[in-house]
């Protein structure tokens, strides 16, 4: 009973480098999401995604892409890497209608750029 | 643009002592959620309310719609109670939270 699990928990990037984060979750959720939490903000949404292969942008969305080509994963790409991206980036996952709110987080992930 | 604003920004209470932490919203939701997260840590949900009031274990929290406000109490606070706690709201008809900075709670033995 994984949950939501994110990969990699650390990264370290030079500008102009990308990657891939993933998160993964076995819970059968059907919305997904990529926020990102920054000193002295609330997390702010990036990307969403409502269904298998389906996506939309959050608060947040430039510099970033995301898929979801299946319904238990959805990935967060950044093409190319600016310190200005320097976050903590959580996955999220919930299920409408879930009596006990159904909405879980994945353990983060720290990047820096530099 | 739906604000949503917790107070006090940060909490230092002694073992043992009552604590409230607030939150007010500026437009109709469909639920709200508070969430714990520890230094370093992960993001946990502790309730999702609608309406009324909740009870788990030490925690307490309640809602009032028509004042668009939420509180978060912990009885007999303990160190291990450390922690933020963050308010976050979903608009009428949608899944996706907005979230409020947190509140940093730090309980001394």
């Known amino acids: 009973n994984a949950g939501v699990t994110q990969t990699p928990k650390f990264r370290v990037l030079k500008t102009g480098q990308s990657m891939t984060l993933l998160c993964a979750q076995d819970?059968?959720?059907?919305?997904m999401y990529w926020y990102r939490q920054d000193p002295g903000m609330g997390l702010r949404l990036i990307h969403y995604?409502?269904?298998?292969?389906?996506?939309a942008k959050g608060e947040v969305p430039d510099g970033y892409n995301v898929s979801r080509l299946k319904k238990q994963n959805f990935l967060l790409g950044l093409e190319s890497a600016a310190p200005s991206q320097t976050s903590v980036y959580f996955c999220?996952?919930?299920?409408?209608?879930?009596?006990?709110?159904?909405?879980?987080f994945g353990s983060g992930t720290r990047l820096t750029v530099v | 643009k739906n604000e949503v604003e917790q107070s006090p920004q940060n909490l230092t209470a002694q073992e043992g002592e009552f604590i409230t932490i607030n939150c007010s919203y500026s437009v109709g939701i469909s639920a709200l959620h508070w969430l714990q997260q520890h230094p370093g840590g992960g993001i946990v949900s502790l309730f999702m309310?609608?309406?009324g009031k909740k009870k788990h274990g030490r925690l307490i929290a309640t809602i009032n719609i028509q004042e668009k406000h939420s509180s978060l109490h912990i009885t007999a606070s303990h160190p291990r109670d450390s922690a933020v706690y963050i308010c976050?709201?979903?608009?009428?008809?949608?899944?996706?939270?907005?979230f409020g900075k947190g509140t940093k709670l730090t309980v001394n033995p």
């Open positions: 995604s409502v269904g298998e292969g389906t996506t």
């Open positions: 999220a996952s919930s299920t409408l209608g879930s009596p006990i709110g159904g909405y879980t």
């Open positions: 819970m059968n959720h059907e919305y």
């Open positions: 309310l609608s309406s």
């Open positions: 976050a709201v979903a608009e009428g008809g949608s899944e996706k939270l907005v």
